[in-house]
């Protein structure tokens, strides 16, 4: 991975335009608007020129309750996520420690709502339980629904991370959410989408959505960062290609462009094997890859030092789906 009484989100809208108008990179802007209910959505909101209603409409849009006023959704731009989140290959994160938080980058796209509603699928498994069972752990009827418990008897799911993301009940959890809503970009790839049931028995649960998901344009996923690659070193950024037809384009500047010899290597790797590499030589600052068709695969790209000397570098790497 939306809507409200509209003269309110009107409101909401217009204050939070003026709370942004002097809002730049470190400062920091608190937005507030509601759902149908009356409810307070909260947004910290640490990047210029952000749609801050767009945010509260696909939470209002999305099923549930109370627990929508117990967290903080702050918003921040897309390289700065990793510092928050504590990870290169993070979309986003959620933090279950008080004051509960969702931190999402600045944008608008198909993918940032459903990366949203991800995030909000661990705020609400945080305030649902399942009587008897270890946190975390979803909601009751999905449990049930979902045949949890005896996934977790045959050893196909855990309360952690040790059978890998893709097996953690947590992340189940919170894909079903989003998916639920959006019907794309299901994760889990060794699990069937929700079906109709399932979606049925989650909705009745958690309460059917009165709003349709608001609109969002279908853009590539980009992500940028830079720093120091040490010396014979290799700093990568892992991402999931989860359908056919995807389009993987990475663009990496190195530093010392003037010394002999290869200093490094730019690479993408899909399923443990490598599918295109370009070296950096001398007056080569920068290279690019752009290999259409890719997926479904776990890939990554890879900066690769060949020198005993740190590198400062910079990379773009742009996931888009092919005639989207």
């Not at 204050?15 to 509601?34: C, F, K, P, Q, Y």
């Not at 290609?241 to 690479?267: D, W, Y």
Request: hydrophobic share 45%.
């Amino acid at each position: 991975m939306t809507v409200v009484l509209r003269r309110r989100a009107l409101v909401a809208a217009l204050l939070a335009a003026l709370a942004l108008a002097g809002t730049t990179g470190a400062n920091a802007a608190i937005v507030t608007s509601h759902d149908d209910q009356g409810r307070t959505i909260t947004f910290d909101v640490r990047a210029a020129t952000v749609d801050t209603e767009w945010y509260a409409s696909v939470l209002r849009a999305a099923a549930h309750g109370n627990e929508i006023s117990n967290v903080t959704i702050t918003i921040v731009p897309e390289p700065q996520i990793p510092a928050f989140c504590g990870g290169e290959e993070a979309a986003a994160c959620y933090r279950r420690t008080a004051p509960a938080t969702i931190f999402v980058p600045a944008g608008k796209s198909r993918l940032l709502e459903t990366v949203l509603l991800h995030e909000y699928g661990h705020h609400l498994d945080t305030f649902w339980h399942v009587s008897g069972v270890p946190e975390l752990n979803g909601t009751p009827a999905w449990w049930a629904a979902r045949g949890m418990a005896s996934l977790l008897a045959d050893h196909q799911v855990a309360f952690d991370y040790s059978l890998g993301w893709s097996h953690s009940i947590a992340e189940v959890f919170a894909e079903d959410y989003a998916y639920i809503h959006t019907h794309i970009r299901y994760g889990i790839t060794w699990l069937s989408p929700p079906d109709a049931a399932l979606q049925s028995a989650m909705f009745a649960e958690l309460g059917t959505p009165a709003e349709p998901l608001p609109f969002a344009p279908e853009v590539p996923l980009v992500i940028n960062r830079r720093g120091t690659l040490a010396p014979l070193d290799r700093f990568s950024v892992p991402f999931g290609l989860l359908g056919p037809g995807r389009r993987v384009t990475f663009a990496a500047t190195i530093s010392k462009a003037n010394r002999k010899g290869v200093r490094a290597r730019a690479q993408l790797v899909c399923n443990s094997k490598v599918v295109a590499t370009r070296v950096f030589r001398k007056g080569q600052a920068k290279r690019t890859l752009d290999i259409p068709n890719l997926g479904p695969a776990t890939c990554d790209v890879r900066l690769v030092s060949a020198v005993s000397t740190s590198l400062a570098y910079s990379l773009r790497l742009s996931l888009a789906v092919e005639g989207a």
